[in-house]
């Protein structure tokens, strides 16, 4: 009896092994196959070519009015890198801004006009909007500020001046930001003149931090909080701007 006893002890000793040896190579396994922490929650991003800052706390307000279709869950390296002409990127809130970043935002070297309706109409249902963007190669570059319908500030150089509306704000002042007339060109500058421009380009993050979120300064907590949703930006239905 106590043979028997001892050989069913060893068996069963020995499947306990080898199941806790195969368990182990299992979670070995799916651990070399997930990318390092480092991958998913990134310390920094990169300053993207163009973002809005909303202020908002209502993720869902914003996806709306967005007209976003197919929403999905999408960590913010995954967000600030998505490609495809039709797709965004709407952040969690963060210290009581929303970032909206993808290649579907407006360009306004490509329409300045679309842009200007685009971002009155936003702002009309959402308040106080801001639009940056920049291509530091040209030395583009825009700063939006709106409100509730209204832009209060903007400006736009892509190789001319596009658009210039509103008084320059104090921040442009203190970061030493030089604006020129509408249709002012490139040719007809001097060398100083070309000099700032590439300031301007620069100097779009920090304009953006003093106006709300600089996307390049944020750290990896936040990141690692909360995600943010992805998904095709279908536009709704137009309103009249100039009601």
């Known amino acids: 009896m106590l043979g028997l006893f001892l050989g069913i002890l060893l068996v069963s000793g020995g499947f306990y092994l080898m199941t806790r040896k195969q368990i182990l190579a299992i979670k070995h396994e799916k651990a070399m196959s997930r990318p390092p922490l480092e991958e998913l929650i990134p310390s920094s991003l990169d300053l993207p070519e163009q973002w809005l800052a909303i202020r908002s706390g209502n993720v869902a307000a914003v996806q709306e009015t967005l007209g976003l279709s197919n929403p999905r869950r999408c960590t913010w390296k995954d ?6 002409v039709e797709r965004l990127f709407i952040s969690p ?7 909206v970043v993808g290649p579907a935002l407006p360009a306004p070297e490509e329409d300045v006009d679309f842009c200007f309706h685009f ?14 963007s920049l291509n530091s190669a040209l030395s583009h570059h825009c700063w939006v500020r709106a409100h509730t319908g209204r832009i209060e500030r903007a400006y736009a150089w892509c190789g001319e001046t596009l658009w210039n509306q509103g008084k320059a704000t104090p921040e442009e002042s203190v970061l030493g930001m030089k604006c020129h007339d509408y249709g002012t060109t490139v040719e007809e500058l001097d060398f100083q003149q070309v000099n700032h421009l590439n300031e301007n380009t620069a100097n779009i993050s920090q304009l953006a931090a003093r106006w709300s979120l600089n996307p390049a300064a944020l750290k990896s907590d936040v990141f690692a909080k909360s995600a943010g ?4 930006l279908f536009p709704a239905a137009s309103e009249t701007e100039t009601e």
Do not use: C, D, M, Y
Not at 119 to 131: A, D, E
Not at 229 to 232: D, M, N, P, S
């Open 79 to 84: 967000g600030f890198a998505i490609s495809g």
């Open 119 to 132: 971002l009155s109409h936003i702002s009309k249902r959402l308040g106080h909007v801001q639009f940056f």
């Open 93 to 99: 809130p963060v210290n009581g801004w929303i970032l």
């Open 229 to 232: 949703i992805t998904g095709e």
